[in-house]
């Protein structure tokens, strides 16, 4: 009994280590895309390689904790819900990744009219994803906290819809002074900052109905 407890401690560790890397993360990538639209590209170039880091560091973790879980029986019942948030989860940081990926192969041009609507949008987009975490820390100490949790996600998640139309918009109805391609790269890297938001989405929805569960 004392080894079932140090293991499940040790795991609680582990899980709140995984959250914390996902929350560094998105907070790297916001100031990924902050650095990369400002011309800053020593500041992005660091920016990449830390958040490269951080989504290693999250995939071994979550193997690590879903190993644990199995070998030691912790959660039965709810072992196959919350390996799948975990890598719910894992997603939103690969998805970030990616994202900053895509702004180092591709180069996007981003015209300085637009900068501040980069900023803003990987700003509301990361907020989904932050405001994810809490709710999800709640389901392992207080699960009856998490659906009131997910609400600003669900917000952030529209407001991201919001920023995003507006923007693909602008560049397509008032910048004539962009080629066609240009305005589809645009559009192209903007749909890969939406995705983080969409992520987040996802984990919520798969959130709820786990709450859902808990109080029948």
Not at 48 to 71: F, H, P, W, Y
Not at 143 to 167: C, G, N, S, W
């Amino acid at each position: 009994m004392s080894l079932f407890t140090r293991t499940t401690r040790e795991l609680s560790v582990r899980i709140d280590e995984f959250f914390d890397t996902i929350d560094i993360g998105i907070l790297i990538f916001k100031e990924g895309v902050k650095a990369y639209v400002k011309g800053d590209h020593d500041a992005f170039q660091n920016h990449l390689n830390r958040i490269d880091e951080l989504e290693g560091r999250a995939d071994k973790l979550q193997r690590s904790i879903e190993n644990d879980m199995i070998v030691h029986s912790i959660l039965p019942q709810q072992r196959s819900e919350v390996v799948k948030l975990l890598w719910q989860l894992d997603e939103i940081i690969d998805t970030a990744k990616k994202s900053l990926n895509e702004f180092y192969v591709e180069m996007p041009h981003i015209p300085a009219s637009l900068v501040n609507d980069f900023i803003s949008l990987a700003e509301v987009s990361g907020n989904a994803a932050e405001e994810l975490l809490p709710a999800a820390r709640a389901f392992f100490r207080e699960p009856h906290l998490i659906r009131e949790k997910l609400i600003k996600v669900y917000f952030f998640e529209r407001e991201t819809d919001k920023a995003a139309f507006q923007m693909k918009k602008k560049v397509f109805h008032e910048m004539d002074d962009l080629s066609l391609a240009e305005k589809a790269h645009i559009r192209y890297i903007t749909h890969h900052i939406e995705n983080i938001s969409d992520s987040a989405q996802a984990a919520a929805d798969l959130l709820a109905s786990m709450a859902i569960r808990q109080m029948l």
